[in-house]
Structure formats: C-alpha cells, structure tokens
C-alpha cells in the first residue's frame, strides 16, 4: 500500500501537495472511454472557462504557500533545482548560454549592437529596486534617475557609454542591498572584467538576493500570518470552493466519501485498528458523534490505501500524513521484531538494555530504505541477519551467545514471516496497532492531555521506541488539530449530511 502511495509522489515531486490537486476533473470524464453494452452515452464534454481555472490555481498556490509558511518554521524558498544530467538542466543551460553567447556576440560585433544589452539593464534595474525597502524611496529615485532607459539608450547609440560603468553601478548598489552571506558574491563580481560574463553573474546574484529578501519577508510576517492562518485558510478556501462549483465540480466530493467511509466502519464495528469505543462513553448512539467519526476518519491515515482520492481539506498536508504513516509501520515493525526476538530469547535480552538500543538504532536506519526504495520482505531478509549477528556477538561477550546460536534458523523464519503477507495480519503486529490506534483515539478524546506526552503512558511493547512514538504522535495530533480548526465547520456539515441520511434510511 505504502510503495504505490511513495511513487506516486515521487512522480510528481510536489512539495506542498498538488497545486492543482482539487481541481479534480474526473466527474467530467467517463470512468471507461469504452462504450459499454447497454450503459448510457456519455454526456457532451464540459468546456471550463480558463479565467476560472487560473483563479482556482491562484487560491490553491496562495492556500499553500500560507499554509507552509505557518506549519514549517524552516521554510524557505529557494531557486529551482535541476537534477544533475536531467532534460531540464540540459535545456535551461542551452537556453542560458544561447543567451549569452548572443549578447557576447552583439558587443564585439563591428560596430556593437546594443539592443540587449539595454533590455538587460532594464531588467537588472527592476531587479534590483525589487530589493528596496518600501520606506527607502530616496534610493528607488536614485536608481531610477541613474537608470534612465532611454537615457542609456541615447548614450550606447551615441558610443558615449560603456558597460562598465554599468556594472560597476549595479555592483556598488548591490554591495549596499545584500544581505551579509553575499558579500563574497559581490567581492567576485568585481574581479570580472568581461562585461558579458559579469552581467551574467549579476543576474545571478541579483536572483539571489530576492530569494534572500523574499525569505527575510516571511521571517517578518510570519508571526502576523500564524495569527491570522485560520481565518485566512478559511476564506481562501470558500473561494476555491466557488470556482470549483462555478466549473461544475464538487469540491468536496472526496472529503465526503472519506469521512462516510468512516462512519459506516463505526455503524458495522470494524473500524481501524479494530478501536471500540469505551463502555463508559457508550451511548444509543454514540458511534454517530462527530467527534466519534471524525477520529476514526483521520486514524484511517495511519493505513492510507491510495486506492481512494486523498481528502482535499487534508491535500496540503499530504505528505506530512505520509509521513505519519511510514513512521508509524516503521516503529510497528521495529517494535514487533523486538517481541517476536524477546519471545524466541526468554528473559536474556531483558538485563542487558545496551544490545537492545543497539538493535534498534540499527534497524532504524535498515527500515529506512522502507517502503521507498526496498519491499519489507527483503528488508527483513537484512534485519534477521543483522539481528542476529548483533546479538550473537554482544552476549558472546558474556558468554551467553548459546541461546541464538542454537534458535539463529527460527529467529530467521520468525522475523522474515511478520512480511510473507499483508504485515498488518500478522498477530504481533496486528496487536501492537491496535493499541496504537486506541493510544491515538485516547489522546484524540481527550484533548487536554494531547497537549504534552512526556507524561502520558505508551502501550505495552512499543517501549523501546518510546520517544520516537511520542514524536509520531505529537506531529499527527499537531496536524489533526490545525485541520480541524481550519475545516471544522466542512466536517460537521458532512457529518449532519451523513447522520440524516442514515436517519431516513432506518
């Protein structure tokens, strides 16, 4: 399950979830091209307008860069990144140096042509007034009347100006713009003595310095943001919402079926994690709270199959609930290898705590390959053998070795068995998620004592990954919490939708 999900977004490579993942056209589309015998024809294709399509994109891009900019307090932008030997780099190095070589070309020509050069010193110039402060407007003047467009133009047709004079104005300005970290930059640019390669450069370090700026921006703001996030997660929201319905498409359509999903698990009992909700909160109908459902709703991210359309009001966060989910099967694993060995072993493991976190910090980084890049069957091919040469050779340093010595093949077969079928039917397993799911929906029902785990008691048998299950958890509740505040009223909407419906069909 978890391998489909990590190469889909390794296909698409989407830091923030999909830009264009609400904008979801299937319901326009047939779900088979094919004309099937006996089904109706398929109705005339729905032309959307493209003025609503660019507002959609626009309030998904501004939804998410809010939204990052609140939840990661290292975010950052950056320029973009070409992978080493890709298309993408061959064709912006082409484009680049074809560039170049032009401008090259247009200044050592007889006589020089200057109709790019002034073009590119238009460009460099809004560039750089781009990195003034709003209340520097005596500088902005400044490099306006410097820079006079047609000024320059006059002067290079007249073979009164050089580039040099050029350069040397954009870098002494710059020098006074930039930030700390670019003054080794700068102090390059002023050993260029080619005027094509040095306006390259200056391009280049210009580019820097807005990505330097717009970041000093964010650091700025981000306080004022994470005052206001909610509220403006919300409307930014609606107004997706509205151009989603103004295209014809249900905005919803995918939250619906997820939190229904949910309340049909509680209506049967067979719900993630198999969870029963305690005896003492029991009431005729306590499966249909809200509460109830939208708990069970978000549990069913720790087991996500990527068969069903990812939730749009929980799409930004989709690769953090990801994240959740591979940390969570990875601790489970590890957690059950330990039983399973614990098991084989009798006590012995019990009075030396020091082979035991060795284990895990090796198994850690063996399940990190998982589900990436490895399956868990041949994962635990490698973390049988490591586990049992590990503990081999520690207890042989007391001379207590004999007991893996004489169980290595049934150690072998126990570890590897936990991935010979679907890894949540396996009994250990299967048993330590289930008191991990009733650990989250105790801190989900309960959320005062959410607010801090270091006090809180973790479920037998995940012991040994004690802070890394408060860390999972936390970031879960983290992001449960935000969405809820966010989406809440969605959610209870859907919900009233869901009860009713069950109401009238009784």
Same mark, same amino acid.
């Given at each position: 399950?978890?391998?489909?999900?990590?190469?889909?977004?390794?296909?698409?490579?989407?830091?923030?979830?999909?830009?264009?993942?609400?904008?979801?056209?299937?319901?326009?589309?047939?779900?088979?091209?094919?004309?099937?015998?006996?089904?109706?024809?398929a109705?005339?294709?729905?032309?959307?307008?493209?003025?609503?399509?660019?507002?959609?994109?626009?309030?998904?891009?501004?939804?998410?860069?809010?939204?990052?900019?609140?939840?990661?307090? @290292?975010?950052?932008?950056r320029?973009?990144?070409? $992978?080493?030997?890709?298309?993408?780099?061959?064709?912006?190095?082409?484009?680049?140096?074809?560039?170049?070589d032009?401008?090259?070309?247009?200044?050592?020509?007889d006589?020089?042509?200057?109709?790019?050069?002034?073009?590119?010193?238009?460009?460099?110039?809004?560039?750089?007034?781009?990195?003034?402060?709003?209340? +520097?407007?005596?500088?902005?003047?400044q490099? @306006?009347?410097?820079?006079?467009? @047609?000024?320059?133009?006059?002067?290079? $047709?007249?073979?009164?100006?050089?580039?040099?004079q050029?350069?040397?104005?954009?870098?002494?300005?710059?020098?006074?713009?930039?930030? +700390?970290?670019?003054?080794?930059?700068?102090?390059?640019?002023?050993?260029?003595?080619?005027?094509?390669?040095?306006?390259?450069?200056?391009?280049?370090?210009?580019?820097?310095?807005?990505?330097?700026?717009?970041? !000093?921006?964010?650091?700025?703001?981000?306080?004022?943001?994470?005052?206001?996030?909610?509220?403006?997660?919300?409307?930014?929201?609606?107004?997706?919402?509205?151009?989603?319905?103004?295209?014809?498409?249900?905005?919803?359509?995918?939250t619906?079926?997820?939190?229904e999903?949910? !309340?049909?698990?509680?209506?049967?009992?067979?719900?993630?994690?198999?969870?029963?909700?305690?005896?003492?909160?029991?009431?005729?109908?306590?499966?249909?709270?809200?509460?109830?459902?939208?708990?069970?709703?978000?549990?069913?991210?720790l087991?996500? @199959?990527?068969?069903?359309?990812?939730?749009?009001?929980? $799409?930004?966060?989709e690769?953090?609930?990801? +994240?959740?989910?591979?940390?969570?099967?990875?601790?489970?694993?590890l957690s059950t290898?330990?039983?399973v060995?614990? %098991?084989?072993?009798?006590?012995?493991?019990?009075?030396?705590?020091?082979?035991?976190?060795?284990?895990?910090?090796?198994?850690?980084i063996?399940?990190?390959?998982?589900?990436?890049?490895?399956?868990?069957?041949?994962?635990?091919?490698?973390?049988?053998?490591?586990?049992?040469?590990?503990?081999?050779?520690?207890?042989?340093?007391?001379?207590?070795?004999?007991?893996?010595?004489?169980?290595?093949?049934?150690?072998?077969?126990?570890?590897?068995?936990?991935?010979?079928? %679907?890894?949540?039917?396996?009994?250990? !397993?299967?048993?330590?998620?289930?008191?991990?799911?009733?650990?989250?929906?105790?801190?989900?029902?309960?959320?005062?004592?959410?607010?801090?785990?270091?006090?809180?008691?973790?479920?037998?048998?995940?012991?040994?990954?004690?802070?890394?299950?408060?860390?999972?958890?936390?970031? !879960?509740?983290?992001?449960?919490?935000?969405?809820?505040m966010?989406?809440?009223?969605?959610?209870?909407r859907?919900?009233? +939708?869901?009860?009713?419906?069950?109401?009238?069909?009784?």
């Open positions: 399950m978890s391998n489909k999900n990590n190469d889909k977004q390794q296909e698409d490579k989407r830091p923030l979830g999909a830009v264009l993942g609400w904008i979801n056209l299937s319901p326009t589309l047939p779900d088979n091209q094919d004309t099937v015998e006996g089904a109706t024809a109705s005339p294709p729905r032309f959307i307008d493209y003025n609503q399509l660019m507002e959609a994109n626009r309030n998904a891009q501004n939804l998410q860069l809010a939204h990052e900019i609140v939840f990661n307090k @290292d975010f950052q932008l320029l973009p990144e070409y $992978e080493k030997g890709s298309l993408g780099e061959k064709v912006h190095d082409t484009m680049h140096t074809a560039f170049w032009v401008l090259r070309e247009d200044l050592t020509s006589p020089p042509r200057y109709e790019h050069i002034v073009k590119l010193i238009g460009e460099a110039k809004e560039d750089l007034k781009s990195l003034v402060l709003p209340h +520097q407007i005596n500088l902005k003047n490099i @306006d009347e410097s820079i006079d467009l @047609d000024t320059v133009k006059r002067r290079f $047709e007249a073979k009164e100006a050089d580039p040099h050029y350069t040397k104005y954009f870098i002494d300005t710059m020098a006074n713009l930039c930030a +700390q970290c670019r003054d080794e930059n700068i102090d390059k640019l002023r050993t260029i003595d080619d005027p094509t390669e040095c306006f390259r450069n200056i391009m280049e370090v210009l580019s820097l310095m807005k990505v330097d700026m717009a970041n !000093f921006n964010i650091r700025q703001y981000r306080p004022l943001l994470q005052q206001q996030a909610i509220d403006y997660e919300k409307s930014t929201f609606d107004k997706f919402m509205e151009n989603q319905r103004g295209m014809g498409i249900d905005p919803l359509a995918s619906y079926k997820w939190l999903r949910a !309340f049909n698990r509680l209506k049967t009992k067979d719900t993630i994690g198999w969870y029963q909700i305690p005896t003492d909160k029991i009431t005729s109908n306590s499966y249909q709270t809200p509460l109830t459902i939208l708990n069970e709703a978000y549990c069913e991210l087991l996500w @199959d990527p068969k069903y359309s990812f939730p749009e009001t929980l $799409e930004l966060d690769i953090r609930y990801n +994240q959740v989910h591979i940390a969570t099967m990875r601790l489970l694993i290898i330990m039983t060995l614990s %098991h084989l072993t009798g006590s012995i493991l019990r009075d030396y705590e020091s082979i035991k976190n060795l284990l895990k910090s090796q198994m850690i063996l399940l990190d390959d998982f589900p990436e890049k490895k399956k868990l069957k041949d994962i635990l091919i490698s973390l049988s053998e490591q586990v049992i040469k590990t503990t081999r050779d520690e207890l042989d340093k007391y001379d207590k070795a004999k007991i893996i010595i004489d169980n290595e093949e049934n150690i072998k077969d126990a570890i590897t068995a936990i991935g010979q079928h %679907h890894v949540i039917e396996h009994a250990v !397993f299967k048993l330590l998620f289930q008191r991990y799911v009733g650990f989250i929906h105790n801190l989900l029902d309960n959320p005062g004592s959410s607010t801090s785990l270091t006090n809180v008691a973790i479920p037998n048998g995940l012991n040994i990954v004690m802070n890394e299950v408060i860390s999972t958890v936390s970031f !879960f509740l983290r992001l449960i919490t935000y969405n809820r966010v989406f809440n009223e969605h959610y209870d859907i919900i009233s +939708q869901l009860q009713s419906s069950s109401s009238s069909n009784k």
